[in-house]
């Protein structure tokens, strides 16, 4: 690695359920600094969800969370020329921003509603292991086990 390392900075808990990851979600979601629009978007997907499944969302949302976040994923290495795809194991950080990213950008993708309504669609989708989210998870657990040979490059 080249320089210093970065110090990770703090963030806040959200204000509404005080918690750090759902602060993180926002964050992800938060366009042009935006917060407070950011943050209508989760809480009023957490609505729709209590609303349409009357489960409460923090349960619906950590399974989700579980259900997409991978535990190995590919990384490129040059080795002698060639370029191999190693299978790594993720680590707790960024296995959960990575499930982040995949569930929004899976409900970005879908055609329809307001964002808010596609976010609790893609939340509940993901909880119950179907989903776009879902599919990119099993696309890239797919790419690790058939690049299982290199994993001794690692």
Same mark, same amino acid.
């Given at each position: 690695m080249r320089g210093k390392n970065i110090p990770k900075r703090? =963030?806040?808990?959200?204000?509404?359920? *005080?918690?750090?990851? =759902? /602060?993180k979600f926002i964050n992800r979601i938060m366009e042009r600094g935006k917060k407070t629009t950011a943050q209508g978007l989760v809480y009023g997907a957490f609505e729709y969800i209590s609303e349409k499944s009357k489960q409460d969302p923090l349960e619906v949302y950590d399974t989700a969370i579980r259900n997409v976040a991978p535990n190995?994923?590919?990384? $490129?290495?040059? =080795?002698?020329?060639?370029?191999?795809?190693?299978? =790594?194991?993720?680590? $707790?950080?960024?296995?959960?921003a !990575? /499930?982040?990213?995949?569930?929004?950008?899976? @409900?970005? *993708?879908?055609? $329809?509603?307001?964002?808010?309504?596609?976010?609790?669609?893609? !939340? !509940? @989708?993901? @909880?119950? $292991?179907?989903?776009?989210?879902?599919?990119?998870?099993?696309?890239v657990h797919k790419m690790a086990e058939a690049n299982k040979a290199f994993a001794h490059f690692a």
């Open positions: 703090k =963030i806040a808990p959200d204000p509404k359920f *005080s918690r750090l990851d =759902i /602060a190995l994923e590919v990384k $490129g290495k040059r =080795i002698g020329g060639a370029n191999y795809q190693v299978p =790594i194991v993720v680590t $707790g950080d960024r296995k959960i !990575l /499930a982040h990213r995949w569930i929004l950008e899976a @409900a970005k *993708s879908r055609k $329809g509603a307001s964002l808010r309504v596609k976010l609790g669609e893609e !939340l !509940l @989708a993901a @909880a119950k $292991g179907e989903g776009t989210a879902m599919k990119k998870r099993e696309d």
